[in-house]
Nanobody, 124 residues
Framework: QVQLVESGGGSVQAGGSLRLSCAAS????????MGWFRQAPGKEREFVAA????????LYADSVKGRFTMSRENAKNTVYLQMNSLKPEDTAVYYC?????????????????WGQGTQVTVSS
């Protein structure tokens, strides 16, 4: 069992930055692939970023590559999403997720556990 608790969402103007955090309990973070997804109103949940168990490999959606950075601190059971140069199209509910299978995936259906989501709003 894994419980994920997110924080750090909020409102920011275009070009600004936010840092999302996701704290995990239960299964140690080092045993799970971690991912960030987002869902805007009227749209499907989409992949944002994912990181391998060790943190040695990180995958990003093309839309955020170069602007967002995902990282993990396994000793703290916490993952982060640093979001820079935010755009209005980044506005969405952001979800932290964990996958037991040792596979870094872009598909939401591959992930086993989900956080409650945190709202990110970027104004122009």
């Amino acid at each position: 069992q894994v419980q994920l608790v997110e924080s750090g969402g909020g409102s920011v103007q275009a070009g600004g930055s936010l840092r999302l955090s996701c704290a995990a309990s239960g299964r140690t973070l080092s045993r799970t692939v971690m991912g960030w997804f987002r869902q805007a109103p009227g749209k499907e949940r989409e992949f944002v970023a994912a990181v391998s168990r060790s943190g040695g490999f990180t995958l990003y959606a093309d839309s955020v590559k170069g602007r967002f950075t995902m990282s993990r601190e396994n000793a703290k059971n916490t993952v982060y999403l640093q979001m820079n140069s935010l755009k209005p199209e980044d506005t969405a509910v952001y979800y932290c997720s964990a996958q037991v299978k040792d596979y870094v995936s872009r598909r939401a259906s591959e992930y086993d556990y989900w956080g409650q989501g945190t709202q990110v709003t970027v104004s122009s």
